[in-house]
């Protein structure tokens, strides 16, 4: 499907890959990456957000995976599909909180004993 235009609407979106527009603004929800740019409160999607949408199209129904099968397998790809919305930490609870998802989506032990150090860090430089 060669993508032609800079941005579609939720309709011609819907058409081309055969989703309903109900479920694309449902995985908008779901999925961090995927955020359409919004024009007087249209969506406008992007052919990456299409190509997202195929992706995650294929990997739920096609593959059948659950909604948190498919978010862990973005979360493989991130460098392919990264979040729109930059993190803010606007605390050292945010911080911490932040570190205990990323924490909880690894299973690398030298990456978890990074992560409690700069947890710990965080906690001390917090109880000052």
């Not at 603004?25 to 195929?54: G, M």
């Not at 199209?57 to 991130?78: F, N, P, Q, W």
């Not at 729109?84 to 924490?103: H, I, M, Q």
Request: charged share 30%; aromatic share 8%.
């Amino acid at each position: 499907m060669p993508l032609t235009k800079s941005y579609y609407t939720i309709r011609e979106v819907s058409s081309m890959l055969d989703v309903p527009a109900y479920t694309l603004r449902y995985w908008e929800t779901v999925f961090p990456q995927l955020c359409p740019v919004r024009v007087n409160s249209h969506r406008k999607y992007t052919p990456e957000d299409i190509k997202l949408v195929a992706s995650l199209k294929s990997l739920l129904k096609d593959k059948g995976m659950t909604l948190e099968g498919a978010k862990r397998e973005l979360v493989k790809s991130y460098r392919k599909f990264p979040p729109r919305n930059a993190f803010v930490c606007k605390s050292p609870d945010d911080a911490l909180k932040l570190l205990a998802e990323v924490k909880s989506r690894t299973d690398d032990g030298h990456a978890i004993a990074r992560i409690e150090a700069v947890m710990g860090w965080i906690k001390e430089g917090s109880q000052r």
